[in-house]
């Protein structure tokens, strides 16, 4: 039961990153042909979209997270002993892990995008004052 769960959660984790990297393709085409304006920016943007496919995959699976259901946790009773109980996978479980798997997914990607814009949009104010400097002494 718990390699379905880890396989449920892999599958999510894949179907959250191919929606992503599907509503975010054309945005970061258009982004990167801006700011590097030759064909090395389809590569860039293959990156970004492999990129995004990584950590959705690897922020939905949390390895981590799921090993108490694979291995159980530990804890001290009350008498000092080392104690260790193993977590069951009802239904509510695999709602929580597969919505925390979605969760997790997004939150990795969006932080990974918001870093690329950023960038992005440093670099988009450093073209324009470049190209400002340049109009001027044209005018000049």
Do not use: T
Not at 13 to 26: E, L, M, T
Not at 56 to 84: A, C, P
Request: proline share 1%; charged share 20%.
């Amino acid at each position: 039961m718990s390699f379905l769960l880890l396989f449920s959660v892999f599958i999510v984790s894949i179907i959250v990153s191919w929606v992503v990297a599907r509503i975010f393709d054309k945005p970061i085409e258009k982004i990167l042909e801006k700011i590097i304006n030759d064909s090395i920016s389809y590569a860039w943007k293959k990156y970004m979209i492999f990129a995004i496919y990584i950590i959705g995959i690897s922020s939905g699976v949390r390895i981590w997270d799921l090993e108490k259901y694979f291995f159980g946790y530990q804890y001290m009773g009350e008498n000092g002993e080392v104690m260790s109980n193993a977590i069951s996978l009802n239904s509510e479980r695999w709602v929580l892990e597969i919505l925390r798997s979605i969760i997790e997914a997004l939150q990795g990607i969006a932080i990974m995008l918001l870093v690329f814009f950023i960038f992005a949009l440093i670099a988009f104010v450093i073209m324009r004052a470049i190209e400002s400097k340049h109009s001027e002494k044209k005018n000049i």
